[in-house]
């Protein structure tokens, strides 16, 4: 219990506040975000993206979203096989800064992982987009991606 309070003294004394919920969304502080953001794919608010052909979504995180965590070093993937919901975890990105769970934006079965991550992590980093892709899913519910930003859209979101 003294500890307990040793620590929250220390906390309020160096101004940190801890937020149980910094993990669902990134927001940089020390500088404005930017990389132009494709518009060719579709966004959900926790940083995800999802890029669709033929009612199969290639699923990955946002260059804003590997930016804010720094280096990658391990990446966790779902089974081929495994059904996703949207909202819901489907993985997580370990960085030297933090580790991060990963949101589904859409529901489906995965069809495929991107297999690369597992021996070169650090793609998150230098191919947010195109190399550093997580998974492809096949769409459950196509309409769900009607609830997701467009690239304005999220490029403003990150702005803020």
Known sequence: MALRQVLSQAAVALRVQHNP???LVLRSLSRPYSTPVPTDRVYAESHEWCKTVDGVATIGISDFAQSELGDVVFVDLPEVGAD???KET???VESVKAASDVYSP????VLEVNTELTSTPSLVNSSAFEDGWMMKVKLSDPSELDSLLDGTAYAKSIEA
């Open 21 to 23: 919920y910094s993990h």
């Open 90 to 92: 489907f993985g997580v």
């Open 84 to 86: 996703v919901a949207k």
């Open 106 to 109: 859409v529901s489906g079965e």
